[in-house]
């Protein structure tokens, strides 16, 4: 099983970035996915996480309204659309697959990408 992460960089507070997320090895439609992101000296955060068939979705209080995320399962890719980004939401983003429901606990998360660096100036 692989989660391979994409779209991380810097941009300027008020930008947008969006992040992908592709996964092999499995099946990708039965699986949760789950974003969550790590700042320096910080806890891991849960930011968002999605249904095995989209039909539901989760967000973290501090990013309800800016954050989007979404899947395609024909392309066994999960996508995480920031917009409003601040420089509070600077870190390293991470998504994560689990067998059967959504969680915001990323210890019941199986399987984990490498992480992809936000980084959001001033």
């Avoid at 507070?13 to 699986?31: K, P, Q």
Wanted: charge should be positive; proline fraction near 2%; charged fraction near 20%.
């Amino acid at each position: 099983v692989q989660l391979v992460e994409s779209g991380g960089g810097l941009v300027q507070a008020g930008g947008s970035l969006r992040l992908s997320c592709t996964a092999s090895g499995r099946t990708f439609v039965t699986d949760a996915m789950g974003w969550f992101r790590q700042a320096p000296g910080k806890e891991r955060e849960f930011v968002a996480a999605i249904g095995g068939r989209g039909g539901e979705t989760y967000y973290g209080d501090s990013v309800k309204g800016r954050f989007t995320i979404s899947r395609d399962n024909a392309k066994s890719t999960v996508y995480l659309q920031m917009s409003s980004l601040k420089p509070e939401d600077t870190a390293v983003y991470s998504c994560a697959a689990k067998v059967g429901f959504s969680s915001y606990y990323y210890e019941r998360y199986d399987y984990w990408g490498q992480g992809t660096q936000v980084t959001v100036s001033s």
